[in-house]
């Protein structure tokens, strides 16, 4: 499944729009900036690296190329438990960052939208500390927000 | 900048390297005309390029250096060190200012009057050369008569070229060359894909072109593709072996033919004959032994050894250095030397050559080794150890620190050495592309640098293992052998206190769990109870460790499975995981998973707080006290009758064999199989073993004597092969034994093979005569037959030097039962007391390693004496370095044999006796 497939042909004509490829971990609607992403993978088998922070799941080979797995939910500090049937399966977004491919495991991933910038809004100020660090900002949506990961953010929190 | 310039950049540095070592050769040949018409040739060209380029102050210094090299040519100048310097400064100046033009693209200004000035006046010298010519008339030509067929040849050359470039040049040389000058064009920083004899020619297009430069870049993007290429046939063959009866089968096996050679021809691309490397030593050697006032041979040996260029490139600079060091601290100055008793001339060795997979460098000198006591100052100044630590290492670990970081021993600082920044960015040079380095010294004698390195850094064969069920792969490079232990056996991992340890024979070899070392167990199950742990152990009863060396240290890894040995693919890790220092990159194997590679580097340095070259000390030290007490040989251990087990030398028995109990026959009251067409006589060492019982197979160790003729031993059991330092501590009372002695931890028999021999059949071994061996075991001198008797008719005397009571009776009836008559003497005083007795042998066997006075000494004092002098000697050792032999035919020794090897000792033996009658003859 490739993430081109599912951008919904949307109206293009404010040029204050973003697309984002919206994607669930534990309830939570977050966005992604299409523009980062590479590909959307089902569950993969992951190889484990010892001594590794605990948000790198591992590493899988995508088409020859070796892609290091991020839990978000650990990085987002989301207690398993949310996750309700552990047997449900994970996806995961690939985002090419410093020349090298991350796999960034979520739970699902949802529809492709195209939101203008009268939706966006600073973080709040009571937004969780972790959180706060690794979102751009939030989408008011009809009936829920939508955080937008700054994957950069995300990967460098990880890497120090 | 333009192409063609950046050509001729390329192509003159490379000219210029040439010159470096040619002149070098030159200085030390002056008479080699061959390699004067080539130098002039380079110079030459070099000269030819720069006017047709436009470039006059190089064409300048360039023409005038040439107006000395055309005079030492035709043999109107001698070739002597200030003229060889002055053309080195010339060259300098060359180079100089091609450094500028590569970074600028035009010729910098300056002056070169005093250089030039310099050069004609050796090229004025002299009376009878022709009028000199004058700096701005560089150009003026020779009469025709005047010139050689090369330069007449080269002179059309230019004017031709003239001709098509004077055009061009007005227009700023920017424009594109004249065509037949117009080679591949190459963008400046250009590899040298070039076969050792490429022409190098621009300016006389004789040979045809062979080679071509290509970028750097566009091979490291095929060496890319084709590791992808690789990866991807692994992966294809793994499926097919999971689906064996498959349509693709015979394509693929095709493909898989196809990308290995397509690898191995990629390789080659990358693969450059280490003498490229090594252009720069001789000068820096030459200018080093100018200055400093040594004289310093430099032996280059393999040169056209090939390895990865990005290896290469690499090992450059550490290489560089070491041999600077080699000159600048190793070789003393001729007077020290002198006063030493060696030659004046101190000779430094480089030596380049493949093993298994990797290139080994040697670096040797002749000089006067690491000085211990500085060393040992100096580590006690920069308080790297106390004095009582100190007091407990060996010299080789105490020469280590020279691997330390600040840590340099030269008295003063020269312009070459002695800055302190050496040894250790030179160790993690080379560390860091997976090499290993070494170091031997003998203080007055000189010192060998050994480094290790893996033929090329993209493509490695790795050790797949597991460890709590996760995969890793292991660097084939480090690996030094794989060892599998089971609780229930003797095989079993120990622990002190935890730490886990093996016995690796005889030495205790420290361990790391892998599971431990990773975490691999998650850590609820840390808390487990211990008895549960110990039961989950145990549960996994057989481990592998895999013995790894980093540099000196060695230890053992513990894994669970070792899978298969596959090639692959080093790709770095990704940057969240760089400070991982356990692993060295991951890789995707054939069946498509992504995998991590361990680096033993990181594992030694992981393991504690042992520094990696101070910890193999301890072993060295321990196997240095062994040697002394004796040699360690390899035995083989079997139950024969008796409860102690038995032991004989592995180098004595030819083969092992399985009999069938049915097929022994018996005649003579001998019992006897039919082995290999001939009669082998069947002998037991005790009676409890009954030859006769028909049925089932016994082992046999079957030992060959002259003639083919051979003998078998019927045993029990055979248990190992183990190697130990044999110390008969309680000597035999019975014959077929030479005593007893400590092996694996055990009393066991040692058997005196000879006996055996001897007692198989009396006839066998006919020209033994009657008498059985005496057992040497007293050291008194002895000689078989009787002493000071004459020899009997056809028997050659041997004597037999050895202060080992063992190799004395194990050599005995060796030789005795190959037809000799032997004489054993414990050391050579005995001998030459014997010498001047007047006893006369035909031949002299003596071992090396003596306490009184040890074999070099004795092959000297017999060689000085009269009466043995043309007494062929043949010297034993188990220490046969190529030093040593060297040593040993400078003395006197005509053969150099090793300990054990008693084939070629055998034949040693006849081989020197059969030269001596015909020197007699």
């Known amino acids: 499944m490739s993430a081109q497939s599912q951008i919904d042909i949307l109206d293009e004509t404010s040029d204050e729009t973003q697309e984002l490829l919206t994607v669930i971990i534990a309830g939570q609607r977050f966005g992604i900036p299409i523009l980062q992403i590479q590909d959307v993978l089902g569950e993969q088998s992951i190889t484990k690296i010892p001594l590794a922070p605990p948000e790198v799941a591992g590493s899988l080979n995508l088409r020859g190329r070796i892609v290091t797995a991020i839990d978000v939910r650990k990085r987002l500090d989301i207690d398993d438990q949310g996750k309700g049937n552990s047997s449900e399966k994970t996806m995961g977004v690939v985002v090419e960052y410093g020349h090298e491919l991350y796999n960034l495991i979520i739970d699902r991933v949802g529809d492709v939208l195209k939101l203008k910038n009268d939706t966006f809004e600073n973080n709040p100020a009571t937004l969780d500390a972790v959180w706060r660090d690794i979102s751009m900002g939030i989408h008011r949506l009809d009936g829920e927000l939508l955080v937008i990961l700054d994957v950069p953010k995300l990967l460098d929190s990880v890497n120090a | 900048m333009d192409d063609l310039i950046s050509e001729f950049i390329a192509e003159t540095r490379e000219s210029l390297e040439e010159l470096d070592q040619d002149l070098v050769n030159l200085e030390q040949n002056p008479n ?45 100048l001698e070739v002597t060190p200030e003229y060889v310097t002055l053309i080195f400064e010339s060259i300098d100046t060359i180079k100089g200012i091609i450094d500028v033009i590569a970074e600028t693209g035009s010729e910098p200004a300056g002056d070169d009057s005093a250089l030039i000035r310099k050069l004609d006046e050796v090229y004025e010298s002299d009376g009878s050369s022709p009028a000199p010519a004058p700096a701005e008339e560089a150009e003026a030509p020779k009469p025709a008569a005047e010139m050689s067929d090369d330069e007449k040849a080269a002179q059309i050359d230019r004017e031709l070229a003239e001709a098509f470039g004077e055009p061009v040049m007005a227009a700023d040389a920017a424009a594109s060359p004249p065509p037949e000058e117009a080679p591949t064009p190459t963008p400046a920083p250009a590899a040298e894909v070039k076969a050792e004899n490429a022409p190098q020619q621009t300016g006389t297009p004789i040979a045809e072109q062979q080679s071509l430069r290509v970028n750097v870049d566009v091979l490291e993007d095929l060496m890319t593709m084709v590791s992808e290429l690789v990866l991807t046939r692994n992966q294809l063959l793994q499926i097919l072996r999971i689906q064996s009866e498959s349509d693709f089968n015979t394509p693929l096996q095709r493909l898989n033919q196809v990308v290995s050679e397509l690898q191995e021809g990629v390789m080659k691309t990358r693969m450059q004959p280490i003498g490229n490397a090594w252009a720069k030593l001789p000068r820096i050697i030459r200018d080093l032994s100018m200055e400093l006032g040594k004289k310093i041979d430099l032996v280059m040996l393999g040169k056209d050894t090939e390895l990865d260029r990005q290896v290469l490139e690499l090992i450059k600079d550490p290489l560089t250095h070491m041999v600077r060091n080699s000159g600048d601290h190793g070789i003393e100055d001729p007077a020290t030397r002198k006063a030493a008793g060696k030659p004046e001339t101190g000779t430094i060795t480089l030596n380049a050559f493949h093993e298994g997979g990797h290139i080994i460098i040697t670096i040797k000198d002749d000089g006067k080794g690491l000085p211990l006591e500085k060393i040992k100052q100096k580590i006690l100044d920069n308080g790297m150890a106390t004095p009582e630590e100190l007091a407990q290492m060996s010299t080789q670990q105490i020469n280590q620190f020279i691997f330390r970081a600040g840590f340099s021993t030269a008295e003063k600082v020269t312009s070459v050495s002695g800055r302190g920044v050496g040894m250790d960015v030179v160790r993690t040079n080379i560390e860091k592309i997976g090499g290993s380095i070494e170091l031997n010294s003998v203080e007055g004698k000189g010192s060998t640098f050994t480094i290790k390195i893996p033929l090329t850094l993209a493509i490695v064969s790795a050790l797949v293992v597991a460890a709590s069920g996760e995969r890793f792969a292991i660097p084939q490079i480090g690996v030094r052998e794989l060892v599998m232990t089971s609780e229930d056996s003797d095989n079993k991992i120990e622990t002190i206190k935890g730490a886990p340890v093996f016995r690796l024979r005889e030495r205790l070899l420290p361990l790391v769990s892998l599971t431990d ?72 194997l054939g069946d498509g998973s992504v995998i991590m590679i361990l680096d033993p580097n990181g594992i030694a340095k992981a393991t504690g707080e042992i520094e990696a070259s101070a910890d193999a000390h301890a072993t060295q ?80 160790l079957v030992f060959n004597a002259e003639d083919n003729k051979s003998m078998g031993l019927v045993v029990e059991e055979i248990i190992d092969i183990t190697e130990e330092y044999i110390d008969v501590q309680i000597e035999g009372n019975h014959s077929g034994s030479l005593g007893s002695a400590i092996i694996d931890g055990k009393a066991t028999d040692v058997v005196d093979v000879g006996y055996f021999l001897q007692s198989s059949n009396k006839d066998w071994f006919k020209n033994h005569g009657d008498e059985p061996f005496a057992s040497a075991n007293d050291a008194e001198p002895q000689t078989t037959n009787g002493s000071g008797r004459k020899a009997q008719s056809g028997k050659r005397r041997v004597l037999l030097v050895d202060d080992s009571a063992f190799f004395r009776n194990m050599l005995t009836p060796l030789l005795g039962v190959a037809g000799y008559q032997v004489t054993t003497l414990e050391s050579p005083v005995e001998a030459l007391k014997l010498c001047e007795k007047g006893e006369e042998f035909d031949v ?57 090897d008693r084939d070629t000792l055998l034949s040693t033996l006849s081989q020197t006796l059969s030269e001596k009658r015909t020197a007699k003859q």
Not at chain 2, 43 to 69: D, Q, S, Y
Not at chain 2, 531 to 538: I, Q, Y
Not at chain 2, 559 to 587: A, C, H, M, Q, W
Not at chain 2, 656 to 682: C, F, T, W
Request: proline share 5%; aromatic share 6%.
């Open chain 2, 844 to 900: 002299i066997v003596s071992d090396i390693e003596m306490p009184d006075m040890d074999g070099f000494e004795f092959a000297e004092k017999v060689k000085a004496q009269s009466n043995w002098q043309d007494t062929p000697m043949v010297a034993l050792s188990s220490h046969a370095t190529p030093q040593d032999i060297d040593r040993g035919m400078t003395v006197g020794f005509s053969k150099y044999v090793a300990k054990f």
């Open chain 2, 517 to 588: 070392l990773l975490k691999l167990k998650i850590p609820a199950m840390a808390d487990v109870e211990q008895d549960d742990l110990a039961a989950e152990e145990k549960a996994a009863r057989n481990k592998y460790i895999v013995v790894t060396q980093v540099g000196s240290y060695e230890f053992g890894i513990i894994v669970d499975r070792v899978y298969d040995t596959e090639e692959i693919v080093v790709k770095p890790v990704p940057s969240i995981l760089r400070d991982l220092e356990l692993f060295s990159g991951n890789t995707i």
């Open chain 2, 32 to 76: 080699d005309h061959d390699l004067l018409s080539k130098i002039f040739r380079l110079k030459h060209t070099i000269k030819g390029t720069c006017g047709f380029l436009g470039l006059p102050r190089l064409e300048k210094v360039a023409h005038h250096a040439e107006n000395v090299l055309g005079r030492f040519r035709d043999g109107d």
């Open chain 2, 621 to 700: 030290q321990q196997e240095v006290a062994h040697s002394e007490s004796g040699d360690k040989i390899s035995l083989l251990l079997f139950r024969g009758g008796g409860r102690a087990p038995k032991a004989v030398p592995l180098s004595l028995v030819a083969r092992l064999e399985n009999i069938d109990m049915s097929k022994i026959e018996h005649s003579n009251d001998q019992a006897m199989v039919q082995y290999r067409g001939q009669l082998m006589p069947l002998l037991t060492m005790h009676p409890s073993i009954d030859l006769n019982t028909g049925a089932g197979e016994m082992p046999v």
